[in-house]
């Protein structure tokens, strides 16, 4: 079993969360960031023992289009995700909805959130 954190971050925030809650959550973790586009994210796959958090801002209430498009190109492969949304001053609306199809869609099983 291998834990990921997964998070897409331009401003650094959603990061900072993330950063905080996977050290609290696991002592040693592999490290994948959706924010670098130059990145092949259809290169990455897990296994059905792994567990993935998986961290997203929320953008008037929904997951950004870039992160949803890079999620779409992983391959879950059963393996348990985690779900944060990281939101400021605005409620997050349906972003833990959205995030929870896309990643389901990719082959993800959603434990928490």
Known sequence: MSVYEI?????GGTKKVSDIFTKAFASESAY???TKREDDFSTYAFQKEDICI???????GRVPDAAV???RQLK?????????VVYGNRAYDDTFAELQD???E??????AG
């Open 32 to 34: 994948l960031d959706l």
């Open 102 to 104: 896309v990643l389901e």
């Open 76 to 84: 879950g492969n059963g393996a348990r995700a985690v779900l944060m």
């Open 106 to 111: 990719a082959g993800f099983s959603c434990v």
């Open 54 to 60: 998986v961290a997203v801002p929320s953008y008037g």
């Open 69 to 71: 498009s890079r999620l």
């Open 7 to 11: 998070h897409f971050s331009p401003t």
